[in-house]
């Protein structure tokens, strides 16, 4: 056996999910290309998608649509962990991770339900917790990410705005064996059970290396202010060793084609010609001018998380949500990973290469 750091090249399961092409700079979704389906779907036709393996009918979808309505009431302990999360006003990622930890599980694919329909309440609410307020009840008359909008703000969100948040969702709801996709499906093979596979996921997706790039994404551009800057910023952080946020990626080697969904997407929500978005496709241009210059021939590109930054900021969330929404979107790929792993029934057991000592021996507490 051979180590292989980061299992980097090493084929870890089969899937019908996602086929992600780093050289082409595809992504195909269950058989269609990402930019075929992402601005046309909603996302509960994407959820049938993952888990069923093709699109609803409409009826199919009409009764989905009840059976994810009947699971979006917090249950009492769920909220209570919220309030108290609130009052020590704990990350929104990990107040998150906790509430999902806390929802039922009857240990069969029905978990599957409970956890998408169960996240984004859980975000809102808590988010509103953090602001002071109460939470808002589901609206039954609207769908999941409509809602989404409306428990957050307590206002009917408006289609634009629920158009370009489900492009979002739909973009990033699996991409083949990424680090919290694994995760989830390590956790399943043991034959524990999917609540146990999301909240650890979670876990994983909050990394700054992974889900957790489009805050400082802001961070950067904010910090940068106008594109006169742009330059002298990036230089610097590349000369003190420092990571650009919301480039490279571990297996695109082209421009990430997520990142033009949402680029396209968040267009609309900057109209002015000094604002963020102009800033953003300056910024773009240079660090991957800069990027080139400082790792020649690592093909360093724009990855989802620069553009997922824009929309969201476009679409008005605060960056502290913007990894739940991440985990929102994903986790339904993140259930049907959890599905797929389940009907394999192997437990994920790699070996290891020993790199200490072999002959060490016994020195009791006292002369050590
Ligand atoms: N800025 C500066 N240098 C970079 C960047 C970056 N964004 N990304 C990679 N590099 C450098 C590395 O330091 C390394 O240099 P070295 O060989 O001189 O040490 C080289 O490029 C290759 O880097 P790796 O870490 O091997 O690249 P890998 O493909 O494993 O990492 C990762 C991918 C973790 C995403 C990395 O590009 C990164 O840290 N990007 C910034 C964080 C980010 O945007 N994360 C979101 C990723 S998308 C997602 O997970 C949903």
Not at 98 to 104: D, Q
Not at 148 to 155: A, N, T
Not at 257 to 272: K, Y
Request: net charge negative; proline share 6%.
């Amino acid at each position: 056996m051979s180590y292989s750091p980061g299992l980097k090249d090493v084929v870890a399961a089969e899937t019908r999910l996602s086929h992600v092409d780093g050289e082409a700079g595809k992504l195909v979704i269950a058989g269609h290309p990402l930019e075929e389906i992402a601005e046309r779907a909603t996302y509960e036709e994407m959820i049938q998608l993952v888990w069923q393996g093709s699109l609803p009918t409409a009826a199919v979808l009409d009764r989905f649509a009840g059976e994810l309505a009947a699971c979006r009431a917090l249950s009492g302990a769920s909220l209570g962990i919220l309030r108290n999360a609130a009052t020590e006003r704990r990350p929104v990622i990990d107040a998150v991770r906790m509430a999902v930890a806390s929802l039922p599980s009857t240990d069969d694919e029905s978990d599957a339900r409970r956890l998408v329909a169960g996240l984004p309440p859980v975000v809102a609410a808590y988010w509103r917790l953090l602001q002071g307020e109460e939470p808002v009840e589901p609206d039954p008359g609207l769908g999941h990410v409509a809602n989404l909008l409306y428990m957050l703000y307590g206002e009917n969100p408006g289609d634009d705005r629920v158009r370009a948040l489900t492009t979002y969702l739909n973009t990033v709801i699996d991409h083949g064996m990424n680090a919290s996709t694994f995760t989830a499906r390590v956790i399943v093979s043991t034959r524990s059970d999917f609540i146990s596979a999301v909240t650890g996921a979670i876990g994983a997706l909050k990394g700054p290396l992974h889900g957790g790039a489009p805050g400082p994404v802001i961070s950067m551009l904010e910090a940068i202010g106008d594109v006169g800057n742009a330059e002298s910023y990036l230089r610097e952080k590349l000369e003190s060793g420092e990571r650009l946020m919301g480039f490279g990626h571990a297996v695109y080697r082209v421009r990430d084609p997520r990142a033009d969904v949402l680029s396209r997407a968040a267009r609309s929500f900057f109209a002015d010609e000094h604002d963020l978005y102009t800033l953003a496709l300056h910024v773009e241009k240079t660090a991957i001018k800069l990027l080139e210059e400082y790792k020649p021939g690592r093909r360093l590109q724009t990855n989802v998380e620069f553009y997922t930054a824009l929309l969201l900021k476009g679409l008005g969330l605060h960056p502290d949500l913007f990894t739940p929404m991440f985990a929102v979107g994903r986790v339904a790929g993140w259930t049907a990973h959890c599905i797929e792993q389940r009907a394999v029934d192997r437990i994920y057991r790699p070996g290891s290469v020993y790199t200490g000592e072999m002959t060490r021996q016994w020195t009791p507490l006292g002369p050590r």
